[in-house]
């Protein structure tokens, strides 16, 4: 096989790429090369009349059996998947690789808020990558300056930091807090650099965020994680008291209604609590609402239900409809404590993203659209209520808006596998025995009618289970 070899001298390179490519029968393709006997490399060669790379690879076309074989040759195991291939989506309806419709009340773990290819979202996208996708935070953009100010005008924050995910957010804001102490307290050798996190939480799986985890079976293949952090029972103010120390407690993280968890909401009392604790002991209080937040609860905010508000407060799963978003809000006093070079993101708040997320939050955003969350989250634990309330099995059926939680006393798992052999995807959560409701916020009630119809006939598989 004849090649030319294009060499990484600038030079050389410009001269060939100004040869007319469009009207040569030459192409472009990659050479595998052996150096040393060791695995191929490639590197890129101009080729004369040699055959298209392989694709064999490819998954188009493909069937669910011979993709997941695929993807279990090719991927890193860290996923029990569900058997099923999506290929597309439209609104709360799912699509496979053999053509079979699911009804989603999943929304990508409540990420989906405006269903699947909403028409302003896919234009926001395409009209932004038209013109601009990323330039990184050396420079200014105008849409995340604009997707900035609209999370400061609608909620408690000043300031705003953006990240690519909720664990990110997580760990800006574990680095905030502990910047924060250092810089108000600057004659205190030691300052606070402790935490407090909660039973049946999740923050994240990065280190730092890990360690805000309460969750064992997270935590220990990884330890010794980042140390500090104190477990304390989720809504047990005087534990928590007990817990929080002037001088030693850095910041408090708790999620106004946990997900991962299993659906547990906090009270009143007890967030009114936090805050009073945190302020008495000059410790911040961090809301987690990356699962919670952005229109779920039919609250803007879901700490808005309850009228108290955090220092800092981070955010990511709704905020750009599907694309990777994290963002982490603060007040002025705690960014004052922030300067240039504390923390940065390559990715984080690019233009792309941040024009999708604009179109997000201001359709979310809207009173009329939180109303219609809030109305169909009552109807659908109402007629949940009353179709599987009087099962033996259901322990509780809880839950804001359109976060709502199914306890059971058995293992959720045959449930799960019975109602997406009947075309609905749900989710768990909690130790395994919560059925976990997180449907696009722009789902109908119609829709939500047929999600209890499902689950309600596929209800006698938990008997079956049992007897077993």
Not at 90 to 95: A, E, S
Request: hydrophobic letters at 40%; glycine letters at 8%.
């Amino acid at each position: 096989m004849n090649s030319i070899h294009i060499s990484s001298n600038s030079t050389v390179f410009h001269s060939l790429t100004h040869h007319r490519w469009l009207s040569s029968p030459y192409q472009l393709y990659p050479q595998v090369i052996k150096i040393n006997g060791r695995k191929p490399l490639t590197t890129s060669c101009l080729n004369i009349d040699v055959k298209a790379p392989d694709s064999s690879r490819k998954v188009t076309g493909q069937n669910s059996k011979g993709v997941m074989e695929l993807e279990g040759k090719v991927m890193v195991g860290t996923y029990g998947r569900e058997p099923v291939v999506l290929v597309s989506g439209k609104g709360c309806k799912l699509y496979d690789v053999e053509g079979r419709e699911y009804l989603d009340m999943t929304s990508g773990i409540a990420v989906n808020a405006l269903g699947h290819c909403d028409p302003d979202w896919v234009k926001a996208v395409v009209d932004q990558a038209h013109v601009l996708t990323h330039v990184s935070n050396v420079y200014y953009s105008v849409p995340q300056v604009e997707l900035a100010k609209h999370l400061v005008d609608c909620s408690f924050a000043d300031r705003v930091f953006f990240t690519n995910s909720g664990t990110e957010a997580n760990e800006a804001a574990i680095k905030f807090a502990r910047k924060f102490q250092r810089h108000s307290n600057p004659d205190v050798k030691d300052p606070a650099t402790e935490f407090i996190s909660f039973t049946n939480s999740f923050h994240g799986r990065t280190m730092g965020a890990l360690a805000l985890t309460s969750k064992e079976q997270y935590r220990s293949p990884f330890e010794p994680v980042m140390p500090g952090v104190t477990f304390v029972e989720y809504g047990n103010i005087k534990a928590t008291q007990e817990s929080i120390r002037h001088g030693k407690t850095a910041a408090v993280f708790v999620e106004p209604i946990q997900g991962e968890g299993g659906i547990h909401s906090a009270t009143k009392e007890f967030l009114e609590f936090l805050r009073t604790a945190c302020d008495d002991a000059g410790a911040l209080l961090v809301f987690d609402e990356v699962q919670c937040g952005l229109g779920r609860t039919g609250y803007l905010w879901a700490h808005e239900a309850y009228g108290i508000f955090p220092d800092i407060m981070t955010l990511a799963k709704p905020l750009a409809g599907g694309l990777p978003i994290g963002a982490t809000l603060v007040t002025e006093r705690v960014a004052s404590s922030i300067n240039y070079g504390d923390h940065g993101s390559t990715f984080a708040g690019g233009s792309l993203v941040c024009n999708a997320a604009l179109t997000v939050l201001e359709k979310i955003s809207k009173p009329e659209f939180l109303a219609s969350v809030s109305k169909k989250g009552l109807y659908f634990k109402e007629i949940l209520q009353q179709k599987l309330g009087g099962n033996s099995h259901v322990k509780e059926i809880r839950g804001l808006g359109l976060i709502i939680g199914i306890e059971l006393d058995v293992p959720a798992s045959p449930l799960i596998y019975a109602c997406r052999n009947s075309g609905l995807l749900v989710l768990t959560a909690g130790k395994g025995n919560v059925v976990r409701l997180v449907p696009p916020l722009t789902v109908t009630e119609q829709e939500l009618r047929l999600a209890a119809d499902i689950l309600q006939n596929a209800m006698p598989v938990l008997d079956e289970n049992n007897s077993e």
